[in-house]
DNA sequence: GGGGGCTATGGGGGG
DNA sequence: CATAGCCCCC
């Protein structure tokens, strides 16, 4: 034993060996990016284990399931067998868990639905209606994030009614009633036996706290040793669960949490760094380290971090550091559109490849929207570079996936009204809008789900053949739940529905890949049955259930999907790249509005908050640091131009290959002149000067098919012709790869030269 | 009750 | 641009 406790504290230095043996009391460690926080988290584990903990007593909360699955295959490579028995996952797929065991002791049943974002919209958008308000002043979004973050402070209706500051900030907003709307959701969730993603921590919280036949004690028993990754993200509600559950007299306190505030980028669910401030003093005899050396970057792209983060206000103070050399300096590319940027990006993966042999799943293309991800996809797809995006729409949200798991909701929990309204008439069976509304009024008049409406009230007349024939669907359905495993089910309840004939008619490409979806989710659930992973919960080890394979999905995050180990360039969301890391990284659409996000403009608080995540989006990268901007992009359908980020140019010229990206000394909103860019390509060396000095922009009208005209950065050039929605296409002497720009009359700022 | 076509509206990050 | 909601007609 003594030899293998060697072998693995001496991979680690001198910091992060003690955040892996001080193993009582409150640790908190700070963890720069790059700075082996996954290694001392699974060290940490390793050496509890080592030390005669027994895994299921260690409780550690990760990011995502992916990263709980490698660390405890790599626990079992330091330590042997038992790795797998630890309590590791994400805090809402382990609460699932428990509450799957536990729900009914607060009311639940324990076979509870999951409700997505969207069923939540679709309950918030009827109870709006019920309640005859404006759907356009209570808008379902505004509404629902609203709950949430008062779920998330623990905020219970009757709380928020008697808060006046909530209250009074509801009625600024002209939305008063926002506090009846969620004392009705948390009433119509609880009567259709369903939790939303917020609800997984509450009721975990109320479990807690009601303790109910002693409850709480047995967990925190059984968690004697708390991991936190990633602490930065936790909301309150996380953070209180975390406080009741170390309470413990025979190992009092023995939570370790790990996080960078300078990684926070989730206030907009409710995450708080106020949690990582709060620690220390929560807690007494806090231990703190810190880990500053980075091991993953080259030694420019963790100074140009350092740089663009100390423009943030707010922050523990702290400085990374590595020993790397400096390596390439970082790549900004200047586009004139989003098309041209998803070609230069393509482009510039085949030059790496080439000259540094990284093969693609070395290579990331980040973004801050999801929507970004179409241009990307269609130059690597006409490279044939094989890539593979994640997050946007993920498979469980096709609409036939959702359409066929809503029949499975509807078998496993009857009461789950938002599964019902879905398919109660798909595929049509004459059950229409009208006597789906009268259904639901009798259903809030007596406070019962639409279920218990349709099996208890005589049907009458048409409604007895198409209502009872849906019922009996529904009933034979479920009894093979009970009789055949998950697969078999599944492929019957697939069927049964007739959404597969239905499919089938449609003998279009669409039609024919839904049917392959539908293929591949039930060849998901066969795999999910076969898949003889140990299970944690030692209630039910093996529980290869349709109520568990519906809850592994519906908590499954961005990094979670698809585990194939194939060579694919990736492509996601910046929030998504979290935790990551890959030899060269494309962060791109680097534009004011867009990264920063022009819903972060208006407070300084929310400009820190992107800054931050530009910061995660540069850390990800090893070796090579691609920026890129594009001087216009298609945004809501129309084109729009776009400033240079400013984030961009908080990175220092030294550490650049364009020493030429001039600085906007005196400030932001000033006219920009062109000619910033030196060395971009051959063709656009010669960029032309246009002073803004003499620059005056001419009016609308004044701009003719055939005059000359001067651009502030395309320079001079010639009207060729204006279309009817004032679109002209303009021929420019100086821009020699492609002359031609079509340029929107009302956006640009165009001068009348007289010739 | 069902279906088609039109208009209006919104448009971030995610468990 | 994509989708939701609406109106109209069958």
């Given at each position: 034993?003594?030899?293998?406790?060697?072998?693995?504290?001496?991979?680690?230095?001198?910091?992060?060996?003690?955040?892996?043996?001080?193993?009582?009391?409150?640790?908190?460690?700070?963890?720069?990016?790059?700075?082996?926080?996954t290694r001392v988290l699974t060290y940490r584990i390793a050496h509890l284990i080592n030390s005669g903990i027994a895994p299921w007593n260690i409780l550690a909360l990760t990011f995502t399931n992916k990263a709980a699955r490698e660390m405890k295959d790599?626990?079992?490579?330091?330590?042997?067998?038992?790795?797998?028995?630890?309590?590791?996952?994400?805090?809402?797929?382990?609460?699932?868990?428990?509450?799957?065991?536990?729900?009914?002791?607060?009311?639940?049943?324990?076979?509870?639905?999951?409700?997505?974002?969207?069923?939540?919209?679709?309950l918030i958008k009827e109870i709006i209606k019920s309640l005859s308000l404006d759907p356009k002043v209570y808008n379902v979004g505004a509404v629902r994030s609203r709950i949430s973050t008062a779920k998330s402070n623990l905020m219970t209706p009757k709380a928020y009614a008697n808060n006046d500051d909530l209250m009074s900030l509801d009625k600024m907003n002209r939305r008063p009633m926002i506090y009846k709307i969620y004392e009705q959701y948390v009433k119509k969730c609880k009567r259709a036996g369903a939790m939303d993603f917020d609800d997984l921590l509450l009721q975990m919280f109320n479990l807690l706290l009601k303790n109910p036949d002693g409850v709480r004690d047995k967990y925190q028993s059984q968690f004697r040793y708390l991991l936190v990754d990633e602490f930065q993200d936790t909301n309150s509600l996380q953070y209180e669960i975390l406080k009741l559950l170390t309470v413990y007299e025979e190992s009092p306190n023995n939570i370790c949490i790990v996080g960078d505030d300078a990684q926070s980028i989730y206030s907009f669910r409710?995450?708080?760094?106020?949690?990582?401030?709060?620690?220390?003093?929560?807690?007494?005899?806090?231990?703190v380290f810190k880990l500053e050396q980075n091991y993953r970057s080259t030694n420019f792209i963790v100074n140009a971090a350092n740089e663009v983060i100390s423009y943030n206000k707010r922050q523990i103070q702290k400085k990374i550091w590595t020993q790397s050399s400096d390596g390439k300096k970082i790549k900004i590319i200047k586009t004139m559109t989003d098309s041209e940027e998803g070609r230069r990006v393509a482009d510039t993966i085949i030059e790496q490849k080439n000259r540094y042999h990284y093969?693609?799943?070395?290579?990331?293309?980040?973004?801050?929207?999801?929507?970004?991800?179409?241009?990307?996809?269609?130059?690597?797809?006409?490279?044939?570079?094989?890539?593979?995006?994640?997050?946007?729409?993920?498979?469980?949200?096709?609409?036939e996936i959702k359409d066929v798991i809503a029949y499975i909701r509807i078998c496993v929990n009857p009461k789950d009204d938002e599964a019902l309204k879905r398919i109660i008439n798909y595929p049509k069976r004459g059950i229409g809008k009208t006597t789906v509304d009268k259904l639901t009024a009798i259903a809030n008049d007596n406070e019962i789900s639409l279920w218990q409406?349709?099996?208890?009230?005589?049907?009458?007349?048409?409604?007895?053949?198409?209502?009872?024939?849906?019922?009996?669907?529904?009933?034979t359905m479920h009894q093979r739940i009970i009789t055949e495993n998950a697969y078999k089910a599944a492929l019957y309840i697939a069927q049964k529905s007739g959404i597969i004939d239905l499919l089938k008619a449609d003998n279009s490409p669409?039609?024919?890949?839904?049917?392959?979806?539908?293929?591949?989710?039930?060849?998901?659930?066969?795999?999910?049955?076969?898949?003889?992973?140990?299970?944690?919960?030692?209630?039910?080890?093996?529980?290869?259930?349709?109520?568990?394979?519906?809850?592994s999905i519906s908590l499954m995050t961005d990094q979670d999907e698809d585990q194939s180990q194939v060579d694919t360039i990736t492509l996601m969301s910046v929030h998504a790249a979290k935790g990551l890391e890959y030899k060269s990284v494309f962060v791109v659409g680097l534009e004011e509005n867009l990264f920063p996000s022009y819903m972060s403009l208006s407070s300084p608080e929310s400009i820190e908050e992107e800054r931050r995540l530009f910061y995660v989006a540069i850390t990800r990268a090893e070796e090579m640091l691609t920026l890129t901007f594009a001087n216009s992009r298609y945004q809501f359908g129309q084109m729009r131009f776009n400033d240079p980020s400013r984030f961009v140019e908080e990175i220092p010229d030294a550490m650049t290959d364009s020493a030429v990206l001039q600085k906007k000394k005196s400030g932001f909103g000033e006219p920009k002149i062109l000619g910033n860019f030196k060395k971009?390509?051959?063709?656009?060396?010669a960029l032309p000067k246009v002073s803004a000095k003499d620059f005056k922009a001419s009016h609308i009208d004044e701009i003719e098919a055939g005059k000359s005209v001067l651009h502030l950065k395309f320079g001079k050039g010639k009207v060729i012709s204006i279309d009817e929605r004032k679109v002209a296409t303009i021929r420019f002497e100086q821009m020699y790869d492609s002359p031609e720009k079509r340029i929107m009359l009302q956006y640009a700022k165009l001068q009348v030269l007289e010739d």
């Open positions: 034993m003594q030899q293998v406790e060697q072998s693995y504290l001496q991979e680690l230095n001198d910091i992060q060996r003690q955040a892996v043996t001080t193993t009582e009391g409150p640790v908190m460690v700070i963890a720069g990016p790059g700075s082996g926080k790599r626990i079992e490579k330091v330590i042997g067998t038992g790795a797998q028995r630890v309590w590791a996952g994400t805090f809402h797929s382990l609460f699932a868990r428990i509450l799957r065991v536990e729900a009914h002791r607060i009311g639940y049943p324990n076979d509870f639905s999951i409700y997505d974002t969207d069923d939540s919209k679709s409710g995450a708080t760094i106020e949690n990582i401030l709060q620690f220390e003093s929560d807690f007494t005899n806090v231990q093969a693609n799943k070395h290579i990331a293309i980040l973004y801050r929207t999801n929507a970004q991800s179409r241009v990307f996809e269609e130059h690597l797809r006409r490279y044939n570079l094989p890539y593979r995006i994640y997050g946007g729409l993920s498979f469980y949200q096709r609409k409406v349709i099996t208890q009230i005589e049907l009458k007349g048409a409604h007895k053949r198409t209502i009872g024939g849906f019922i009996e669907t529904v009933k669409e039609g024919r890949s839904r049917i392959e979806n539908i293929t591949a989710l039930l060849d998901g659930i066969q795999e999910f049955v076969e898949d003889d992973e140990i299970g944690i919960d030692e209630e039910a080890p093996e529980d290869k259930s349709l109520a568990r394979f519906l809850q971009l390509s051959p063709s656009k060396a």
